[in-house]
Nanobody, 121 residues
C-alpha cells in the first residue's frame, strides 16, 4: 500500500504563489502515477495535474491551470510537488494527492488527507 501526506496549503492573495508537497511512503516503487486533485465547496473533485513515474515523468494539466501550475517529482525524497503561480480566487479548494499503483498484480489507489488552499481577491 502507498500512503500519502500533503502539505503546503495556506492563505494567499490573488496573484501569489504556493508550493504543495505530497510525500509518499510504503510501496513507493509500485507507483505508476501521482496526481493532484482539488475540490471547491459545492463542486466535484477535479484533476489538476498528474505525473507518471516512468523515466522522463510525463505530465498533464487541466486547461484551467496550464501555464500557471507545474508538477514535478523528487524520487529520492518520494515527493511530488505542485508549484502554483498567479493564483486566482477560483483556485481555492482542498487539494488532494492521489496515487495509482500496482499491488499484488492488481491496480490500487489511495488519497491523501488534503490540504486547504485559499486565494483571496
Amino acid at each position: 500500500q502507498v500512503l500519502l501526506v500533503e502539505s503546503g496549503g495556506g492563505l494567499v492573495q490573488a496573484g501569489g504563489s504556493l508550493r504543495l508537497s505530497c510525500v509518499a511512503s510504503g510501496s513507493t516503487f509500485s507507483i505508476n502515477r501521482i496526481a493532484w486533485y482539488r475540490q471547491a465547496p459545492g463542486k466535484q473533485r477535479e484533476r489538476v495535474a498528474a505525473i507518471s513515474s516512468g523515466s522522463g515523468g510525463s505530465t498533464d494539466y487541466a486547461d484551467s491551470v496550464k501555464g500557471r501550475f507545474s508538477i514535478s517529482r523528487d524520487n529520492a525524497k518520494n515527493t511530488v510537488y505542485l508549484e502554483m503561480n498567479s493564483l486566482k480566487p477560483e483556485d481555492t479548494g482542498v487539494y488532494y494527492c492521489y496515487a495509482a499503483y500496482l499491488s499484488g498484480g492488481k491496480l490500487g489507489s489511495n488519497w491523501g488527507q488534503g490540504t486547504q488552499v485559499t486565494v483571496s481577491s
